[in-house]
């Protein structure tokens, strides 16, 4: 009777797990890790991470900042003042923008330290932030994208001044924000909404990326892109992504959108990777446009470049690439929107 009893319990429980894995989304992995949507790409596995080919190939870059890539600082403080009153979008380098929806500034994935890594490892800038920490303005709404080093930086984050800023970012990093003083911090899943006040929405949504801190965390925490919905006004500012189906389907339910942030850079790592200006998970300024059209975006705005090298293309290529390739996905040159770093844009300036 004891062995019938227990075969049975073990049934139901294993009948329970099985319903519960059952309705977890496709992106909930069993060991409590995370993937990209349905349909999206693999890297390849020909891609061979080497250290010495990558200096090797980096020493050959030329690494000349043509003086218009950068706005003053008197002039980014001068704006700043200018435009206190106005809705506007600042650039502060390479994932770091300051956007200021009404009486709500929010600040994304904010690095204000010298290198993407670890103590005084990892890339270095080779441009300044156009504000340091102690003058940005008050900031509302901090928005964390991913843990990577030039996304998630902890020198900021413990030193950031706005401390009572409601803090939205992916599963399993609130952490990180609690343990530093943080108080209001919202960890989010993909397609899950908060409601900021009765003029701004933030919706996460999925993006084709993946999380690593460490040898032992690798996709631990989720990533995504953030819909911004403001009087309106539709924002979509992504995580770094690769291309992927899921983004017809974004443009199907949330398009379209007035204007999209989508990674430009880090997108050549040949010889590593057989193909030349190719990579699973940073759109090249082609790539980008497309998901622009794929999400019906109005305008594309083209970020995560000119700040560090990440990877072996020229410096200021996806300038030119992003701007020369705009008409053959369907928009108008200015259309393909780009900031020099410290430059403050009033949002309607942008969006009109």
């Known amino acids: 009777m004891f062995k019938i009893l227990s075969f049975l319990i073990l049934i139901f429980i294993f009948n329970c797990v099985s319903i519960a894995m059952e309705k977890k989304p496709y992106h909930h992995l069993p060991d409590g890790t995370f993937r990209n949507p349905e349909g999206s790409p693999k890297r390849s596995e020909n891609f061979k991470w080497s250290f010495k080919i990558y200096n090797q190939e980096k020493k050959k870059l030329d690494m000349t900042v043509p003086k218009e890539h950068v706005v003053s600082k008197e002039k980014v403080l001068s704006d700043l003042e200018k435009f206190k009153n106005d809705d506007y979008i600042a650039w502060i380098g390479h994932a770091t923008f300051i956007i200021k929806l009404g009486d709500t500034t929010i600040i994304t994935d904010p690095v204000f330290s010298k290198n993407a890594g670890p103590l005084i490892f990892g890339p270095k800038r080779f441009v300044e932030p156009a504000l340091n920490l ?55 899943d993909w397609y899950e909404e908060i409601k900021v006040n009765e003029k701004l929405k933030i919706t996460f949504l999925p ?121 053959k996905y369907g928009f108008k040159k200015d259309d393909a929107v780009l900031f020099k770093i410290g430059q403050i844009s009033k949002l309607n300036d942008i969006i009109d």
Request: glycine residues 6%.
């Open 207 to 327: 993006a084709v990326h993946w999380s690593k801190r460490s040898l032992t965390d690798t996709n631990k925490s989720l990533w995504g892109n953030f819909l911004i919905e403001y009087d309106g006004k539709k924002i979509l500012f992504a995580c770094d992504t690769g291309i992927g189906d899921i983004y017809k389907d974004l443009g199907n339910k949330y398009g379209p959108i007035d204007i999209s942030f989508i990674n430009i850079g880090a997108y050549n790592f040949y010889p590593m990777m057989p193909t030349k200006d190719k990579s699973t998970f940073h759109t090249n300024p082609e790539e980008a446009l497309s998901i622009g059209r794929d999400l019906k975006s109005k305008k594309v705005i083209g970020m995560h470049w000119g700040t560090f090298v990440l990877s072996l293309e020229p410096i200021m290529e996806p300038l030119t690439r992003f701007k020369d390739n705009a008409e």
């Open 134 to 188: 102690r003058e940005i303005p008050k900031i509302d709404l901090f928005l964390l994208t991913h843990n990577h080093y030039d996304h998630q930086d902890m020198m900021t984050i413990r030193r950031f001044p706005y401390k009572k800023a409601k803090v939205m970012l992916p599963l399993k990093l609130g952490k990180y924000f609690t343990r530093n003083g943080y108080r209001d911090v919202n960890e989010m």
